[in-house]
Structures are given as C-alpha cells and as structure tokens.
C-alpha cells in the first residue's frame, strides 16, 4: 500500500482476509450441508461480490430493493430481499421478479391482502419469524396468523412459499460466546417446529454473524445468510466471533493535530467517514473504533489504550498510550479499526486494496 | 409536496422554513455588527449557498479542503477552512489560495515548521483556540504558545495573521438555555484578552448553532460561524436552541411493517439513512428521532410518544402511541425528524422540496 498518496479519511481492504473470511464461511456451510445465501449488504461492491462467486456461491441477500437491482445487473440471478416487503415498490419488485429467481419477505398479515392480488411472476416469498430480537416479523409462537398468512396467499399462483426466514440479532448484545450459542440453540428450538406447517419442502433460513461465526455446524437450518463476517469490525471482535487480525477493513486517517496536555491524537476521520457507532468495551468506556499505526503487512496495530474516545462531522480525537502519542506527528496516517464496518463501507462507498486497486461501484442508497 | 411518489426514505426540506432560519440569523449578527460567515458543512449544497447569498452573505466557513473546493467551483470566494490544516493537502490549498480568499487554522504548534517554508498565496490564518470543549486547538490561556506560533509564522509573508478562532461544542451538552449562556460568556471572557497579543485589527470568531440561537447580541465577537441552524434538528430542539416547527429537514419513510403486539411500526429508513445519533430525552430514554404523520403543510405532527426507539443498517423501528399506531398503514409515509441534521443531509445528499423540485447537487466527501 502506497500511504504516501492519501490525503483524505480512505477505507482501506485487506482482500486476502476478506477471501479468507469468504472461504472460511463457505467452507462451514458446505461442511453442514447448507445453503450459503451471504447478506450483501455489508460490502454492497459488485467486485467483492466476485469473490464470493469464486468460492462457489451463486444465491445472495440483500436489504433493499435498490440493492436487489443493482447486484442483478452485476449477474446475480438468485437474490433474497430480506426486509419487509415495500409495498411502494411493488412495481419494481414484480420487473426484476421477470428476470431472476427472486424471493421477498412478508413479515406481517397486512401486507397480505395487498400481495395476495399481484402477478409476481413466480416469485418466492419467506414469512419472516421474530424468534426472539423484537424487530420485526411473526413471533414463533403464532401459528394461527402464519396458517392465516399461508392460506390466503395461497390464492396467488404467480408466488410460491419458500420458507421461514429469521434473523436473531439479539445475539449482538451477548455478554458471552457461550450466550451466542444459547441464543442460536434457542433460536433453533423454536424454529424447527415451523417445518410442519408446511406439507411443502421448505426452507428454514437464518444467519447472523455471531452465531454463524461461532458455532461450528449449522445442522438444522437450511441456509444461512451471515453478511458482516465478510470484514468483521470491532463490534464482532468485543462479541468474540473473530479476532482483531481477521478484521479486513480499516480507514486511514491523517494526523491534523496533537494536543500535549490531554495526550491526544486529533484526525481527519469523524462520523461521516467511520459513523457514530460505538461499543462500549470492559472498563464501561465507550469508544468509536481504536486506534494504531499500520505495520508493513497493513495491519493496524493495537493497543487497548489507543481507542477514538469522540467523533464530530470531520473530527476524531484518539485518546492515545504514551507509546503512540511519540511515535505520530501531524501529517502521518493513522488506522482505525472500525466499530461497525457495514456503516462504515456505507459512508466510504470505495474500497482501497493493498496492491493500490480503487473498487469504486457499489450499490445506490 | 407528491407523497405519492416516494418509495424510500426521502430527505424533505421545507425551504421556507430554512429560508426563514437563515434571515433570522443574518439579521442577528448584522444587529450586532459581527461578520456572518455561517458553516457550510451542515447543508453542503450549492443551491442552498444561494439562499445565504439573498441574504447577503459572502463569507463562508467549512470543515474539510474538499468542500472548500466545491464551494469555490460555485462562486465562493471568502472561505475558512475551519479545520486543523491538514499537510497532506497543502498542494491542494495552496491552489486554491491563488483564486480565493481562503483561511486556513493553525491549531497546533507542530504545524507552524511545516508551514512557515510554504508559499501560500496571501491566504490567511487563524489560530484555533480551545476555551473548554476540548477538541482541537490551543490551550486560551497557553499565551507563550500562541506568542511563539505568532512570530515564527510572521516569517512566512505568503501568509498572513486574520485572528483567533474557537468552537464552544460543549454547548452541546449543556443541561438548560442558562447553561447555554453561561458558556457563551464564558467563552467572551477567555476570548476577549487574546486581541492584546496582536498589533493588528484581527478577527475573533466564534459561533456554535446553541449559542448564536439564545443569545440575542453578538458584541464582543467580531465574527460567527453557526451552521447547524439552518435546518436544526431534534439535538437543537432539546437544547432549547429552536422550536420543533423550525425544523426544515425531514424524512419521509415508508411503513413496511406494524407489530400490534409491541405496538411499534416498522419503516424504511436506518442508520444508512438517519444516522445512528441518537439523544437522550428527559425520562432518561435514547431515541433516534421522533416520528409522526404529515400535515397539509408538509410539517410532521408528534407527540411525545412516538419515537424511533431504535435503528438497523435500513430498519427503523417505531415506538408508538395508539393513535398513531392506529393511524397508519403498511405502505403509508411517516415523517421523521431527526436527531442530527448535519449526518443525516450527508447522509442523504439529496433534498426534495415541498415544491417537487429535487437538489441533488452536493459536495463530495
């Protein structure tokens, strides 16, 4: 990496980590026989997307309409929109429904009377389950309102039932790994009875992070769809799904200032370059991402004394060990590991490689 | 305003309201015979520069070289570049000091060797000074500091001395208006003895949006830079710095979804859109904005119990009262105020007014 031509707040990608991340994913998924469906919407890049086709990968999910459209114009033909169905954007659900496998989500019995009248040209459509986050879909228990659900959209030969589809976040605020698993465990319990109600094969998907990162078989769901593995961030690091050197994604950040007295190091990086997502790590701090400089390999070097402690629109204050205040002047580039890279990779919107590549496309808001 | 016409989260500003923002403020400072050099970093929008132009504004401020640029590409020709000078993009201010009236910040000591060897076109700077929110910049009482930077940079005659320059951002976390004002003086009584250490008529500047909306006198300061108040936001509304139908800026989010159990409405818009700012409102409750139903005017009605308790990557999630929840129906339009307008335009980077023209001309990152 040439660090001698960045002059601005620039997000930098490790591609062999994020391969290896890739590969690792696959590799456990295959290994339980499911299927790998990965939530694209923490690279949302038609190039890194590549690489997940080069470890076999050929169905994705994504988060929105928009990024449906854009990762079909780049080739993908088997795509999940794993967010309740919008209904504003129905038009544009049924064009892109003509031209691949597509399947959406109905999360509520609302949207029903409405789907239930639409040609949707053979789409699919999973009935989203709350197993337990509290953000959105059925609850697992209410088997009168997916039998309801079911029925009516039975009416509707132009999209079939594909499965049940749940996405147990809360694994996000685990204390422990053991937690993860507990929560995976649960979710499963109250999953896997799902299957009966159905005399179809189905599908039963989940898939966040955490668990996929954490568990080493994923034996009784059908697919998993895991998206912020891809570069994990800080978030996944305090939560124990990866270690800090598996993390693919850092932001460089020149050096603007450094202030003696509160020993701080002050960068050009602030919350529309990293965002405002914090984490608040063991001693009760909370902290915007740490802070290190990058060794010969790109990595950024840590210490658990170097964190940002603030952000403004443009300003990050790094609140730094000794080691690190002596060794920075103004005008070097500093790394920053960040706390939540979707957020991040959002804001960048170009990725940096370490042989000096520029991957500029990525998916409209 | 069409509500018809939107499918997804849609940055909505009311230009009579902004407009409104901008006159009262210009009128303020003019009363006070201070300089009126509002920030730019809020809106980042050359269309909206012009409304400051009707107003007779014709000095600016902004928070990085890049908006520097794109504010000079559209006609601006007295910026300050209210950010630590960043030496890796000399090459870059040093162009545009030749066709601009440009300031840039010391804010370090560090910066003055690297500075003093630069031919910088008759630009001018500022020294950063810090009077207690201790971000960036020089210590208020650290006058052998601000001495020595003084008279090093005065063998550099490419550049030349326009004041001090401070950001009183701990306004923002003040508990009451009072606090506001005691802050404000506070900072006139750090501020006022540094015009001793110059020979010259220099500039001293301040101006955060919390202050400039309470006080009713600028005097003391001979310039101020406010940029928020242009739109406000819900921080600014806690702050007691403006009513909420000075608000201009909303979003306009699709309902995707209502959970009848939690009594919550599920909708189009997360942090990619909002920003993950959130503010903690007086029963001790974080929330990430406040929601409700337009009016004919274009304004969003809300009560105290509808707000977004929570944000994913594009999930927000309503807590609502039962008149709202009722209210509303999947594929409906809610209204969204939101927390920090600044993050939330960048964000964005795109208005739509209530006349249905849409301004998508925005500075780069």
């Given at each position: 990496?040439?660090f001698?031509?960045?002059?601005k ?9 994020c391969r ?10 295959s ?8 939530h694209?919407?923490?690279h ?6 590549k690489?997940f086709?080069?470890e076999?990968?050929d169905s994705?999910t ?5 990024m449906?459209k854009?990762?079909?114009g ?6 999940t929109?794993?967010f309740?169905?919008?209904?504003r954007?129905?038009?544009d659900i049924?064009?892109l429904?003509?031209s691949?496998?597509?399947n ?6 609302e ?9 949707l ?9 709350d ?8 609850e ?7 039998l309801?659900i079911l029925?009516e ?8 039932f594909s499965?049940?589809?749940t996405h147990?976040?809360h694994t ?5 790994t ?5 929560i995976y465990?649960?979710?499963?319990l109250?999953?896997?009875?799902l299957?009966a109600?159905?005399?179809d094969k189905?599908i039963?998907?989940a898939?966040?992070?955490?668990s996929c990162?954490?568990?080493?078989d994923?034996?009784g769901?059908d697919?998993?769809r895991?998206?912020?593995?891809v570069?994990?961030d800080?978030?996944?690091?305090f939560?124990?799904?990866c270690r800090?050197?598996?993390?693919a994604?850092t ?5 603007v200032?450094?202030?003696n007295?509160?020993?701080?190091i ?7 370059h990293?965002?405002k997502?914090?984490?608040r790590?063991?001693d ?6 740490k802070?290190?400089l990058?060794?010969e390999?790109?990595?950024?070097q840590?210490?658990?004394n170097d964190?940002l402690?603030?952000?403004s ?5 790094i609140?730094?060990?000794e ?5 920075v ?9 960040p706390?939540?890279s ?9 990725y940096h490689?370490y042989?000096?590549?520029v ?6 808001k």
């Amino acid at each position: 990496m040439d660090f001698s031509k960045i002059k601005k707040p620039t997000l930098l990608l490790d591609e062999s980590k994020c391969r290896k991340n890739i590969r690792i994913m696959a590799g456990k998924a295959s290994s339980s026989g499911t299927i790998f469906r990965p939530h694209f919407k923490t690279h949302q890049s038609a190039e890194i997307g590549k690489w997940f086709r080069d470890e076999g990968v050929d169905s994705i999910t994504v988060s929105s309409v928009t990024m449906a459209k854009y990762f079909a114009g780049a080739g993908w033909n088997n795509i999940t929109i794993a967010f309740p169905v919008n209904l504003r954007e129905i038009e544009d659900i049924a064009k892109l429904a003509e031209s691949i496998s597509l399947n959406i989500l109905i999360s509520d019995y609302e949207q029903v009377s409405f789907l239930k009248m639409r040609i949707l040209n053979n789409a699919g459509y999973f009935i989203k389950i709350d197993t337990g986050y509290n953000r959105s879909g059925i609850e697992w228990n209410e088997k009168v309102q997916i039998l309801r659900i079911l029925d009516e959209m039975n009416y509707n030969s132009s999209i079939r039932f594909s499965g049940f589809l749940t996405h147990s976040g809360h694994t996000y605020k685990a204390g422990s790994t053991k937690h993860i698993t507990d929560i995976y465990n649960d979710t499963l319990l109250k999953f896997a009875p799902l299957r009966a109600l159905s005399a179809d094969k189905i599908i039963l998907s989940a898939g966040d992070t955490p668990s996929c990162s954490i568990m080493h078989d994923f034996k009784g769901f059908d697919e998993m769809r895991p998206g912020n593995f891809v570069f994990y961030d800080l978030t996944q690091y305090f939560l124990g799904s990866c270690r800090l050197d598996n993390i693919a994604l850092t932001v460089a950040c020149p050096v603007v200032e450094k202030n003696n007295r509160r020993q701080e190091i002050i960068i050009y990086g602030g919350g529309v370059h990293l965002s405002k997502e914090s984490v608040r790590i063991n001693d009760g701090r909370i902290i915007f991402g740490k802070a290190g400089l990058y060794d010969e390999s790109g990595w950024v070097q840590v210490s658990d004394n170097d964190f940002l402690r603030s952000l403004s629109q443009e300003h990050g204050i790094i609140s730094a060990s000794e080691e690190l205040f002596n060794s920075v002047n103004t005008g070097d580039i500093v790394g920053i590991i960040p706390v939540h890279s979707c957020m991040t990779a959002d804001l960048l919107r170009q990725y940096h490689t370490y042989d000096n590549r520029v991957m500029s496309d990525f998916s409209p808001k």
